[in-house]
């Protein structure tokens, strides 16, 4: 992150951000074989991200889509401070609340009660802040008497749920979200829906990855498509859909209208 820009609370500026992987790293093999490649071995890094250029107003909602491995959870995760830059910068103003990974955080032998504690607290919350919104963050996660168990023992759509009660209570100005809303169940899923559309007509930015068309069409005003690392399309959300779909070779919600429903 550079330093030395004052954002407004919900501002997100990405600016010529690239960032490229090396799989290498990811190769198994015995220590012989390690000590015998040569340094020329193996493929050229994939740039996850290539010159990404992104500025996003307070409020706004953002769809990123692109084919498999185009770079958007990557794009996300360098907006939530996961994965650094290799160049360009990335800044964001006020509460960054992510739910990439929920739940990675908790503290395996302590209650669910006790992670809601420390995750408002490590987000910056007072304790009174946190104890106001206690009960409601329970409530929300539907644990019932799982609330007060270790969490090592919870499933993992308890692990979520948690992880999202506590991401959505935490009054965000900007909610970075990956395909999070696929997991738990269907009533579930429509909560944190609803919990995230309430959100945002407080004024927090969103920024949404999904395969889901409907979902980004629903929730989106504006959509990036990005392809090999690339912002191929960057415009309002039904343009958007409509570059993706004809991307993706699969049809637009117009073209099954035209050809007599689906
Ligand atoms: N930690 C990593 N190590 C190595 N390569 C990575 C890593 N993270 C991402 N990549 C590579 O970077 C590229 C972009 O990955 P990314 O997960 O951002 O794509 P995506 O658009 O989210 O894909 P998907 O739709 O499949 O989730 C891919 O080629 C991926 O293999």
Redesign the pocket.
């Known amino acids: 992150m550079s330093a030395a820009k004052t954002l407004q609370p919900g501002e997100i500026v990405l600016d010529h951000a690239s960032r490229a ?3 290498r790293a ?1 190769r198994g093999g015995t220590l012989k074989e390690l000590l015998l490649r040569r340094r020329s071995d193996g493929p050229a890094p ?1 740039q ?1 991200l290539a010159d990404v250029t992104l500025h996003i107003p307070p409020g706004q909602t953002v769809g990123i889509v ?10 996300l ?1 360098v907006l939530a401070g996961i994965v650094p830059l290799d160049s360009g910068s990335v800044d964001i103003g006020g509460r960054i609340v992510s739910l990439l990974e929920l739940g990675a955080g908790f503290g395996r032998d302590f209650s669910g009660r006790e992670n809601i504690l420390l995750g408002g607290a490590l987000h910056g919350l007072s304790k009174a802040q946190i104890e106001e919104k206690l009960d409601d963050i329970i409530a929300f996660s539907e644990l019932g008497d799982f609330i007060d168990v270790p969490v090592k023992t919870y499933s993992s759509g308890m692990y979520v749920r948690l992880g999202f009660a506590i991401a959505a209570h935490l009054d965000a100005d900007v909610l970075l979200i990956d395909e999070v809303l696929a997991v738990g169940d269907e009533a579930f899923q429509r909560k944190c829906e609803a919990r995230i559309a309430g959100q945002v007509e407080k004024g927090a930015t969103l920024v949404l ?1 999904s ?1 889901d068309a409907a979902l980004i069409e629903r929730t989106c005003e504006r959509v990036v498509v ?1 392809d090999g ?1 690339h912002v191929v399309f960057d415009g309002p959300s039904a343009e958007g859909m409509e570059y993706y779909h004809r991307q993706m070779n699969t049809p637009t919600p117009a073209s099954i209208a035209e050809a007599g429903g689906p």
Not at 66 to 75: D, E, L, Q, V, W
């Open positions: 992987f090396s799989i990811d994939i996850a692109g084919r498999n491995g185009a770079g958007k959870s990557s794009t995760k990855v395969h990005l690392g």
